[in-house]
């Protein structure tokens, strides 16, 4: 019903920049919020960065100031601006949707992810 398509992974080197996309489509009726999670080798997922439907952004210190997490809210997309990138930031990126599928109920929320996509950072 919902659909969630990452691109934009690769392999850069340290200081370099990336640009993940994330767009979502199906029977969506409302999106709360869209994010971005990252999955390390034998590390648990965590949250990278979020956005609410009014704009409203979150993200954790280990990115704070590198990383701008910004949508395309016609086109039911969201962009990861990574800046400075570090050989720690290698992860599966994972997209997020929080939404409401049409012919719901606004309380009938679910998360759904996208398959996710390799960033890797090494010299």
């Known amino acids: 019903q919902v659909q969630l398509v990452e691109s934009g992974g690769g392999l850069v080197q340290p200081g370099g920049s990336l640009r993940l996309s994330c767009a979502a489509s199906?029977?969506?009726?409302?999106?709360?919020?869209m994010g971005w999670y990252r999955q390390a080798p034998g590390k648990e997922r965590e949250l990278v960065a979020i956005?609410?439907?009014?704009?409203?952004?979150n993200y954790p210190d280990s990115v704070k100031g590198r990383f701008t997490i910004s949508k395309d809210g016609a086109k039911n997309t969201v962009y990861l601006q990574m800046n400075s990138l570090k050989p720690e930031d290698t992860a599966v990126y994972y997209c997020n949707a929080n939404l409401v599928l049409s012919g719901k109920f606004f309380s009938d929320v679910n998360d759904y992810w996208g398959q996710g996509t390799q960033v890797t950072v090494s010299s």
């Open positions: 199906g029977r969506i009726l409302i999106i709360n919020h």
């Open positions: 956005i609410t439907s009014g704009g409203n952004t």
